[in-house]
C-alpha cells in the first residue's frame, strides 16, 4: 500500500491542483472550425490524461476532466460514463436548461482528491456544445451523467465542486468516505 496522498498521486499523474490560477477562471472557448486543430490535439491531450488516471485508480461512476485541470484555459472537457459507454467530449459546452429535482451525491476531484463532497445537482441538464465542424448540438443528460457532465462544465467556468455545496457541509476525508468503487444511488 502506498503512503502517497491521492492529491499528490494525481499531481504526479498530470492533474493541476486545487490553488492554481487555472482552476478559478473561465476557460476560453474555441472558435470553430478555424481551431480544430487546437481543440483535437487538447482532447488527444485529455484522453491520454485519463488513460495514466485509470491505470492507478478505477472509477465506478465514470470520470471527466476537463482542460484546465491538466494546465490549459480552453473550453473541452471529457467525460467517461460509467461501463462501455463511448466517452463524451464536450466543446465550449454550457448548460441551457436545469431540472427544478435535484439530489446530492458524494462528489471526488482528480484536482483535490483527499476529500469527497455532498454536492447537490439538477437530477436532469440540456448541455449546448459545439462540434468540430462549428456546429452546434444540444443534449440532455440525467442522473449521473448528468452530474458528472455539470461538475465538468462547472471547471470550464472556473468552479470546483466546493461552491455548489450547501452552506456549512464541508468535504469529507476520503479515508472517511465509503462509496468509492460504487455507483451513485438514485430512487
Not at 2 to 21: E, K, N
Not at 37 to 65: S, Y
Request: one cysteine or more; aromatic letters at 6%; glycine letters at 8%.
Amino acid at each position: 500500500m502506498s503512503d502517497v496522498r491521492p492529491s499528490r498521486q494525481m499531481r504526479d499523474l498530470g492533474v493541476v491542483q486545487h490553488g492554481a490560477g487555472v482552476l478559478a477562471e473561465p476557460a476560453r472557448a474555441f472558435d470553430l472550425p478555424a481551431e480544430r486543430d487546437e481543440a483535437e490535439r487538447i482532447t488527444d491531450e485529455l484522453f491520454a490524461a485519463m488513460e495514466r488516471i485509470g491505470r492507478v485508480h478505477p472509477f465506478a461512476k465514470g470520470m471527466g476532466i476537463a482542460a484546465p485541470q491538466i494546465g490549459i484555459g480552453r473550453a473541452v472537457a471529457v467525460v467517461q460514463p460509467p461501463g462501455d459507454t463511448p466517452a463524451v467530449i464536450l466543446l465550449n459546452p454550457r448548460i441551457t436548461i436545469r431540472s427544478e429535482e435535484m439530489d446530492e451525491q458524494y462528489e471526488g476531484c482528480l484536482s483535490f482528491f483527499d476529500v469527497r463532497g455532498l454536492v447537490p445537482r439538477p437530477l436532469k441538464i440540456t448541455v449546448e456544445a459545439t462540434l468540430l465542424t462549428g456546429e452546434p448540438v444540444t443534449t440532455a443528460y440525467e442522473r449521473g451523467l448528468a452530474r458528472l457532465i455539470h461538475h465538468e462544465i462547472d471547471h470550464l467556468d472556473g468552479l470546483l465542486y466546493p461552491a455548489r455545496m450547501r452552506t456549512g457541509v464541508d468535504p469529507i476525508p476520503v479515508e472517511k468516505y465509503r462509496q468509492t468503487g460504487r455507483a451513485w444511488t438514485y430512487d
